[in-house]
């Protein structure tokens, strides 16, 4: 089968924000495993929360652990937010 790496931020990595405040986070209901499971595929789930694609400085970075990415996979996807902190 195919395998797909998913880099992101927090809602790659699955947390979920309410309109109380509060946050889950959940290994199941995220998108990259809901992809996987819809395309027959396995994944690892590299989102972490905090993270931002246009910071090229901190090692914590989207572009970063792209960029460094060393494991094997047939696809990569990247997604994440806070562009504007970029301007």
Same mark, same amino acid.
């Given at each position: &089968?195919? @395998?797909?790496? !998913?880099? &992101? #931020?927090?809602? /790659?990595?699955?947390?979920?924000?309410?309109a #109380?405040? /509060?946050?889950?986070?959940?290994?199941?209901?995220? *998108?990259p495993?809901? !992809?996987?499971?819809?395309?027959?595929?396995?994944?690892?789930n590299? &989102? +972490?929360?905090?993270?931002?694609?246009? #910071?090229?400085?901190?090692?914590?970075?989207? *572009?970063? @652990?792209? $960029?460094?990415?060393?494991?094997?996979?047939?696809?990569? !996807?990247?997604?994440?937010?806070?562009? +504007? $902190?970029?301007?």
């Amino acid at each position: &089968g195919k @395998k797909i790496n !998913f880099f &992101g #931020d927090s809602i /790659t990595a699955g947390v979920t924000s309410h309109a #109380d405040g /509060t946050t889950t986070n959940s290994a199941e209901i995220n *998108y990259p495993n809901l !992809f996987s499971q819809y395309v027959g595929a396995t994944y690892t789930n590299n &989102g +972490r929360g905090g993270t931002f694609i246009c #910071d090229t400085v901190t090692s914590n970075s989207i *572009y970063n @652990k792209v $960029m460094n990415f060393m494991g094997d996979g047939d696809f990569i !996807f990247v997604a994440g937010g806070k562009i +504007r $902190m970029c301007i």
